[in-house]
Nanobody, 122 residues
């Protein structure tokens, strides 16, 4: 079994910084990839970043401002958001993919975080 908890986000003024984390627990063997998405009311989830095998990719809208990182020992992934803009306001979700130990067998998993609100004021 795998449990994923997302934390962080909040309210910040334009130009400020926030961090969101997703922590996976359980019989985790390893995290392969993590995607970060954001969603505004009435819109679908839009990918803003992805990290697979240590090679991060960013959407044009956040490149140079957002950074993905991970702590493999603790199975925690982070999204550091700097120079935030009002248009970054959204609910942010992580999607974590990896493998877990299921009674001696490796099974893959993919879970969404529960979402973290980010609000940037002008």
């Amino acid at each position: 079994q795998v449990h994923l908890v997302e934390s962080g986000g909040g309210l910040v003024e334009s130009g400020g910084s926030l961090n969101i984390s997703c922590a996976a627990s359980g019989s985790i063997f390893g995290i392969n990839a993590v995607g970060w998405f954001r969603q505004t009311p009435g819109q679908g989830r839009v990918k803003v970043a992805r990290d697979s095998a240590g090679t991060p990719e960013y959407a044009d809208s956040v490149r140079g401002r957002f950074t993905v990182s991970r702590d493999n020992d603790k199975n925690v992934v982070h999204l550091q958001m700097n120079s935030l803009k009002v248009e970054d306001t959204a609910v942010y979700y992580c999607f974590v993919e990896g493998y877990y130990n299921d009674s001696g067998r490796l099974n893959s998993f993919g879970y969404w975080g529960q979402g973290a609100q980010v609000t940037v004021s002008s």
